[in-house]
């Protein structure tokens, strides 16, 4: 009888690891979607007042340092992945750079949009939600600028290839505007 227990306690075991296995993959899932409609939600509800600040030096309206940092915390409170994800800036400076970048870059403000995106999220500058910021930044960016948003595909995955460099320029900019953007695998 005792080698019975023995021998079935393998199986509790082995359906303790799957439910936590599909706690996982349910997770990544409901990441994806809650994300996107998190994000979707904190950009149409972001008022214009409290977005508009004293930078406009031209017809361009970019975001100031303390709107991004703002705009991180809201995140963070709205999309909590991770039990560790906590508001905290590392990198002012990565900031400031990110929209100053954004600023002298030339073209049209879908350009712009992709600089902020990219260099944001590059100079990893906050503790958590970088990917999240940066994208939010960019759509409020838009948004505020005129332009309609609405990106196809996985945000999350397509987030994560302009992370880890998968996309060029050009290819982010035409995301951006709403067209399809390769799907990104890992080579």
Same mark, same amino acid.
């Given at each position: 009888?005792?080698?019975?227990?023995?021998?079935?306690?393998?199986?509790?075991?082995?359906?303790?690891?799957?439910?936590?296995?599909?706690?996982?993959?349910?997770?990544?899932?409901?990441?994806?979607?809650?994300?996107?409609?998190?994000?979707?939600?904190?950009?149409?509800?972001?008022?214009?007042?409290?977005?508009?600040?004293?930078?406009?030096?031209? @017809?361009?309206?970019?975001? +100031?340092?303390?709107?991004? %940092? #703002?705009?991180?915390?809201?995140?963070?409170? $709205?999309?909590?992945?991770?039990?560790?994800?906590?508001?905290?800036?590392?990198?002012?400076?990565?900031?400031?750079?990110?929209?100053?970048?954004?600023?002298?870059?030339?073209?049209?403000?879908?350009?712009?949009?992709?600089?902020?995106?990219?260099?944001?999220?590059?100079?990893?500058?906050?503790?958590?939600?970088?990917?999240?910021?940066?994208?939010?930044?960019?759509?409020?960016?838009?948004?505020? @600028?005129?332009?309609?948003? +609405?990106?196809?595909?996985? %945000? #999350?995955?397509?987030?994560?290839?302009?992370? $880890?460099?998968?996309?060029?320029?050009?290819?982010?900019?035409?995301?951006?505007?709403?067209?399809?953007?390769?799907?990104?695998?890992?080579?």
């Amino acid at each position: 009888m005792r080698s019975k227990r023995h021998s079935s306690s393998h199986g509790p075991r082995k359906v303790v690891c799957r439910k936590v296995s599909h706690f996982r993959s349910s997770r990544r899932k409901r990441f994806g979607e809650d994300h996107e409609i998190a994000l979707r939600r904190i950009i149409e509800t972001k008022s214009r007042a409290d977005m508009t600040g004293k930078n406009r030096k031209s @017809n361009v309206w970019y975001p +100031s340092a303390s709107v991004l %940092i #703002s705009l991180n915390d809201v995140i963070l409170q $709205e999309v909590n992945v991770s039990r560790h994800d906590r508001h905290d800036v590392w990198r002012p400076e990565g900031i400031q750079e990110a929209i100053e970048k954004s600023r002298s870059q030339s073209g049209d403000i879908y350009d712009k949009a992709t600089t902020l995106l990219v260099e944001l999220q590059g100079s990893h500058p906050f503790k958590s939600g970088n990917k999240r910021t940066a994208f939010a930044a960019a759509s409020i960016f838009l948004t505020e @600028n005129g332009k309609a948003t +609405s990106m196809k595909g996985d %945000i #999350s995955k397509t987030m994560q290839g302009i992370r $880890e460099g998968f996309y060029t320029h050009e290819e982010i900019k035409s995301w951006l505007k709403g067209n399809e953007i390769r799907e990104f695998k890992r080579s």
